[in-house]
């Protein structure tokens, strides 16, 4: 299958300050990701579409000024929380995909203090 | 609007016995249907899916998973499982237009017990 790579995996950030996540397709291109959050013990809650080239579409009650995406290439996604609070903790998994099948990246577990 | 179930958010099972995990569906037009797999702190892995053909579809691993259109139903299998098949597993389904997006299931969690 595919690989997605998803960096970093961990970050801890102070209340307030931005955070940058990256998505990659490493084996193939993708012209559209998708990122998701999940909190713990729970389901993955689809949050964008990251579209190569144009403007992310946000899922309803995500705040796109908040969840800043860029999908500059058609193999990086970048996912930047700004000004984050502790209630934007959660684990973020991207995916891309092609075919039919999606594929999913390892997460990133932001905590933010 | 299409939507997963999977009713169960717990199932145990003894090593070497076969396993079950459920999944039902609602969705417009012919079903995609995949089958994923999350181990602690971990991305989702890719273990099978159903577009079209065979109803019983064959996997990662050893699993299988059965289409059933009468009963919308995508349950996962396994004849025979192993302790290291314990993890959390997601069902997800999309329609067959153009929208690429994935509705989950809550997860089930799966143990096997030695």
Redesign the interface.
Same mark, same amino acid.
Not at chain 1, 41 to 44: D, G
Not at chain 2, 100 to 107: A, C, I, K, V, W
């Given at each position: 299958?595919a690989v997605?790579s &998803?960096h970093p995996s961990r970050v801890i950030c102070k209340s307030g300050t931005s955070v940058k996540i990256e998505c990659r397709s490493l084996d193939f291109q993708a012209t559209?990701m !998708?990122w998701y959050r999940q909190f713990p013990? &729970?389901?993955?809650m689809?949050m964008a579409?990251s579209n190569e080239g144009s403007k992310a579409t946000y899922e309803q009650g995500v705040e796109k000024d908040k969840f800043l995406i860029n999908h500059a290439s058609l193999t990086l996604s970048t996912l930047t929380v700004t000004s984050a609070h502790p209630e934007d903790s959660s !684990?973020y998994?991207c995916?891309g995909?092609f075919t039919?099948? &999606?594929?999913?990246?390892?997460?990133t577990?932001l905590t933010v203090l | 609007a299409q939507s997963v179930a999977q009713p169960e958010d717990q199932v145990n099972v003894a090593e070497g016995n076969p396993l079950t995990v459920k999944c039902t569906y609602s969705v417009s037009g012919n079903p995609?249907l995949?089958w994923?797999v999350q181990y602690p702190?971990?991305?989702? &892995? !890719?273990l099978l899916?159903y577009?079209t053909g065979d109803n019983l579809v064959k996997g990662s691993y050893g699993f299988e998973a059965e289409f059933n259109k009468s009963q919308t139903s995508f349950h996962l299998k396994k004849p025979s499982a192993l302790v290291s098949d314990s993890a959390l597993y !997601?069902c997800a389904v999309r329609g067959s237009g153009s929208a690429?997006?994935?509705?989950?299931?809550?997860?089930t969690q799966l143990t096997v017990l030695p």
């Open positions: 299958g997605v &998803q559209t !998708f013990k &729970q389901s993955l689809l579409t !684990f998994i995916s995909g039919d099948t &999606q594929y999913f990246g390892p997460g577990r | 995609y995949f994923y702190n971990r991305g989702l &892995q !890719f899916k577009i !997601f690429r997006q994935l509705t989950f299931g809550s997860g």
